[in-house]
T-cell receptor, first 116, second 111 residues
Framework: GAGVSQSPSNKVTEKGKDVELRCDPI?????LYWYRQSLGQGLEFLIY????????KSGLPSDRFSAERTGGSVSTLTIQRTQQEDSAVYLC??????????????FGQGTRLTVV | DQQVKQNSPSLSVQEGRISILNCDYT??????FLWYKKYPAEGPTFLIS?????DKNEDGRFTVFLNKSAKHLSLHIVPSQPGDSAVYFC??????????FGKGTRLSVIA
């Protein structure tokens, strides 16, 4: 597909369970980001992958959150022992190579996670 | 500490009039600024951007103004249309760092 694809689009899980959210970025995009949007809030940065560099994990809210990007393409965000406050829309974005950083990020449609 | 602030959570404008959405930032290292538009149940879509070396960028009905001394940018939409009703996010970055977003402003264009 032409855009960023995320799956599943909706996920309901029980408190304490682990969840995995998947992101397929646009082909050729070297940067990949995960953000989340809680109800009534802005987009909160979680983690950033740029090419072969070490990921910027500074936005991960706790050690229950982790993310991988395999082969420089698909990324998986894992949340262990989910809590109700993890309920949010998780958004993935990718952007093309751009040395100066003057490139926009293209977002997927998001995964709505509900922890009950 | 919020580095990008959108102080108006909502704005209502009549169709055909100008919509002005505002954004303030605190980090003087930001060198690239973007506006995104978001409809319910969809991801944000890129609207327009501006580099810190410019003070204005125009694309059709959308114009972004940057005032570096005031650390302020604004998005003008003219004429506003009902289809412009959405949440608008301001974002900024420094070099290749991740985009930092504001909390958004919900624009309602009334027919």
């Amino acid at each position: 597909g032409a855009g960023v694809s995320q799956s599943p689009s909706n996920k309901v899980t029980e408190k304490g369970k682990d969840v995995e959210l998947r992101c397929d970025p646009i082909s050729g995009h070297t940067a990949l980001y995960w953000y989340r949007q809680s109800l009534g809030q802005g987009l909160e940065f979680l983690i950033y992958f740029q090419g072969n560099s070490a990921p910027d994990k500074s936005g991960l809210p706790s050690d229950r959150f982790s993310a991988e990007r395999t082969g420089g393409s698909v990324s998986t965000l894992t949340i262990q022992r989910t809590q109700q406050e993890d309920s949010a829309v998780y958004l993935c974005a990718s952007s093309p190579p751009g040395g100066s950083g003057n490139t926009e990020a293209f977002f997927g449609q998001g995964t709505r996670l509900t922890v009950v | 500490d919020q580095q990008v602030k959108q102080n108006s959570p909502s704005l209502s404008v009549q169709e055909g009039r100008i919509s002005i959405l505002n954004c303030d930032y605190t980090n003087s290292m930001f060198d690239y600024f973007l506006w995104y538009k978001k409809y319910p149940a969809e991801g944000p879509t890129f609207l327009i951007s501006i580099s810190s070396i410019k003070d204005k960028n125009e694309d059709g009905r959308f114009t972004v103004f940057l005032n570096k001394s005031a650390k302020h940018l604004s998005l003008h939409i003219v004429p506003s249309q009902p289809g412009d009703s959405a949440v608008y996010f301001c974002a900024a970055r420094s070099g290749n760092t991740p985009l930092v977003f504001g909390k958004g402003t919900r624009l309602s264009v009334i027919a």
